[in-house]
């Protein structure tokens, strides 16, 4: 039941922020927008579950279940890594990566 609770936190979150960027006349469904926070959701619980990844230095946005992931990143195996998860999440038709590799 707790899981459950956080799950929902989680996903109202990213509805939320979604909402704060999203375009005034955005033509997807209800469920379209639903759908695709869902994935959102589920790309960064899986980050956050992965030690090769950084989530918090990437940003994962989905659109129509085209995921883009953002930000920077140390090494090109953790994008590499990143572009991986995103992808094995359902729903993902595609993931676009525009992930720069800065060495500290």
């Known amino acids: 039941m707790r899981c459950a609770a956080c799950f ?3 996903l109202l979150g990213v509805l939320l922020a979604g909402c704060a960027g999203a375009p005034v006349h955005d033509t997807r469904t209800v469920e379209q927008i639903a759908a695709d926070a869902t994935i959102t959701s589920n790309i960064n619980v899986r980050m956050m579950s992965d030690t090769r990844i950084d989530s918090f230095a990437i940003g994962v946005d989905t659109r129509d279940g085209v995921v883009t992931l953002t930000g920077t990143v140390p090494d090109a ?5 990143a572009v991986k998860v995103a992808g094995s999440v359902a729903g993902v038709r595609k993931v676009v990566s525009k992930l720069r590799v800065e060495a500290h």
Do not use: F, L, P, R
């Open 8 to 10: 929902v936190t989680i």
């Open 77 to 81: 195996k953790m994008a590499a890594a």
